[in-house]
């Protein structure tokens, strides 16, 4: 299922425990993130949890949006001109079980979101990667946690 503006307003929104506004899209069989636009900017919190995206690009100018949560798709790639530019508030991205494979991704993200302060990977194949690329990462973008 494509998201379209319509899809938007048909999903749950909601205040989370934190007090944010959230918006919930989670377990659509979405193939790409697009048509953003439409929440025109009204959201802290988007779930994206257990659909089908690959690639973490296509944002439109969401200053609002804080946390994004993209745990059980297929992310490989990351656009980190598109985040820098777009979403520049981020503080926490969920990647959890996905596809993320290279510690360049990672890094990508690094220099894309000066704000991230979270950011979870747990089930990808680059977290068994060497202690020591870590430890590179980690000094370079010290200012966010792995877990």
């Not at 009204?42 to 995206?53: P, S, V």
Request: aromatic letters at 8%.
């Amino acid at each position: 299922m494509r998201i379209s503006a319509e899809r938007i307003g048909l999903a749950e929104q909601r205040t989370n425990p934190l007090g944010e506004r959230e918006l919930i899209l989670r377990g659509l069989a979405i193939p790409s993130i697009e048509n953003l636009a439409a929440t025109r900017d009204a959201f802290d919190t988007i779930d994206f949890t257990d659909n089908r995206i690959s690639r973490l690009e296509n944002f439109p100018r969401m200053q609002r949006l804080v946390h994004l949560m993209l745990s059980g798709n297929v992310i490989d790639t990351v656009d980190a001109t598109n985040l820098s530019k777009n979403v520049p508030n981020i503080k926490y991205i969920q990647l959890n079980h996905n596809h993320v494979t290279s510690l360049k991704e990672i890094s990508n993200l690094g220099k894309a979101c000066p704000k991230l302060e979270i950011l979870c990977l747990v089930g990808n194949p680059v977290t068994p990667l060497c202690y020591w690329d870590w430890r590179y990462i980690i000094t370079q973008y010290f200012h966010f946690i792995l877990i």
